[in-house]
């Protein structure tokens, strides 16, 4: 079974690359068909096709672009053991955030749709293991054994965030040192983003505070590595804004 949407509305001037990375943010990408104003993007999971509608009425290049699709795909979260996070694996609020910290300009409808998707399927059990796991690394590290950043309550934030990056300095203390969640949690705001990825309470303004975060994560480090592609989840670089 193919999973795939049409996209409409496509301005003259953009290209199948532009294509590409603007829906890779949803998932991993078959292929992409461009002809015109018109393309059919083909991806791997049924998933990242739900995502891709979430973004109708989404611009591109100056162009509002008109998400459709004749087939109802199934929106299933991938519950394997495999420690790999997908970009499919993560919640819908997160990935508008990434497009925000991007450049890419989402209306406001968009993400509270964002919002409503994540209320209705919840959050992937494998992306909370995956948040709670370094959770508990990043909280052992910074504050104490058995700690969590999201349960501190009386550490002095501060202090908390120098001793995670005199940790990290350390070499060889964790080959995730430099991912974007990692560091978000290790930062003055760890509770915060924490709470962004594990609840679906959210408004839209958590939204663009995220993209904040990131935007501002990829560019402190767009000094010291490459820009990394969009499907390659929880990296430092979710992508160079």
């Known amino acids: 079974m193919t999973y795939n949407v049409t996209v409409s509305g496509i301005s003259p001037t953009t290209t199948e690359k532009h294509l590409h990375d603007f829906f890779s943010f949803c998932g991993k990408i078959d292929k992409v068909e461009h002809k015109g ?6 991806f791997e999971k049924p998933s990242a096709t739900k995502t891709a ?6 611009s591109l290049d100056n162009s509002t672009l008109t998400v459709t ?22 919640p819908r ?8 910290a991007r450049g890419y300009t989402l209306s406001d409808t968009i993400l509270q749709r964002a919002i409503e998707m994540d209320q209705q399927k919840g959050i ?16 052992s590290k910074a504050l104490g054994p058995d700690k969590t950043i999201s349960g501190k309550v009386q550490e002095t934030i501060a202090a908390a ?21 990692t560091k978000a949690l290790g930062s003055p705001w760890g509770k915060t983003v924490f709470s962004f990825y594990t609840t679906t309470s959210k408004q839209v303004l958590d939204i663009h505070e995220e993209a904040k975060r990131i935007h501002n994560a990829n560019k402190a480090a767009s000094t010291t590595a490459a820009p990394v592609s969009a499907d390659q989840p929880a990296a430092a670089a979710e992508k160079t804004a």
Not at 37 to 42: L, N, Q, R
């Open 37 to 42: 104003t018109e393309a059919v993007i083909y």
């Open 93 to 100: 609020a997160g990935i508008a955030a990434e497009y925000l």
């Open 69 to 90: 699709s004749d087939t109802v795909h199934p929106d299933v979260h991938d519950e394997s053991k495999d420690e790999h996070i997908d970009q499919t694996d993560k």
């Open 124 to 139: 992937s059990k494998k992306f909370l293991d995956y948040m709670s796991s370094l959770d508990t690394t990043i909280g």
């Open 53 to 58: 509608l979430m973004l109708n009425g989404g």
């Open 161 to 181: 965030t120098q001793q995670a990056k005199t940790v990290d300095e350390q070499k060889g203390v964790s080959k995730t040192a430099n991912e974007y969640y």
